[in-house]
């Protein structure tokens, strides 16, 4: 069983940055692929950053890719989005998410824990 509690939302001007942290509990992070979603009003949730545990391979769509920046500390079983040049379109609530099976997966469906989600919003 893995809790995921994310923190690190909020308010921010377009071109602004911000981090999240995703805290997890477990003795076996390492072996978790994690990632974070975003929702937005009326979308679907979406995969927008992925890692895998120990060879830590990342992954991005494409429209953060350059912006938004997925790393992990095992020791501190942590994860963390770095986010900058934020934009209006970025808004959504974020969830970080773990993949028992530690690959890369971009589906919804593929991951078994995710957290309460923390909002986003990027103002104009």
């Known amino acids: 069983q893995v809790q995921l509690v994310e923190s690190g939302g909020g308010l921010v001007q377009a071109g602004g940055s911000l981090r999240l942290s995703c805290a997890a509990s477990?003795?076996?992070?390492?072996?978790?692929?994690m990632a974070w979603f975003r929702q937005a009003p009326g979308k679907e949730r979406e995969f927008i950053a992925g890692?895998?545990?120990?060879?830590?391979?990342?992954y991005y769509i494409d429209s953060v890719k350059g912006r938004f920046t997925i790393s992990r500390d095992n020791a501190k079983n942590m994860v963390y989005l770095q986010m900058s040049s934020l934009k209006p379109e970025d808004s959504a609530v974020y969830y970080c998410?773990?993949?028992?099976?530690?690959?890369?997966?971009?589906?919804?469906?593929?991951?078994?824990?995710w957290g309460q989600g923390t909002q986003v919003t990027v103002s104009s």
């Open positions: 998410a773990a993949r028992s099976i530690g690959d890369y997966s971009w589906h919804v469906n593929h991951y078994d824990y």
């Open positions: 477990g003795r076996t992070f390492s072996r978790y692929f």
């Open positions: 890692i895998t545990g120990l060879d830590i391979n990342t």
